[in-house]
């Protein structure tokens, strides 16, 4: 199903930054493209902050970086999800029509995207 278009991560809506952990890509494959050896992402997603913190904690021990789903949060809080991390994190919030957790508006969901670039979320 198609929706209106998305920024599910804070990444996305980091203005004008072709880039995210060395991966940059200014001319696509070949000369001008740079690329950094992959990297392993774990997703957690946890109804709680105390849970989802447990969970980022227990991934970041196997994984390079971490995608924390505040859309699977029963009340998101960009602050709790993000404290006390000690590696990379990436935050989505994705919106129903698109298979997430998220059903409020769109402005809502955009605020805590930018609430956690504003925070630090890589």
Do not use: K
């Not at 904690?57 to 949060?73: F, I, T």
């Amino acid at each position: 199903m198609e929706g209106p278009t998305s920024y599910n991560s804070a990444a996305c809506l980091r203005a004008g930054s072709p880039s995210l952990y060395g991966h940059q890509v200014l001319g696509g494959q070949g000369e001008g493209s740079t690329m950094r050896s992959p990297m392993l992402c774990e997703t957690v997603a946890e109804p709680t902050a105390q849970a989802l913190r447990a969970a980022r904690d227990s991934a970041a021990e196997r994984a390079d970086l971490v995608e924390l789903r505040l859309d699977a949060m029963e009340h998101p809080d960009v602050a709790a999800a993000l404290e006390g991390r000690q590696g990379p994190v990436i935050v989505t919030c994705r919106p129903r029509w698109e298979g997430g957790g998220f059903d409020g508006p769109e402005e809502h969901r955009i605020a805590l995207l930018d609430e956690a670039l504003r925070l630090g979320a890589d």
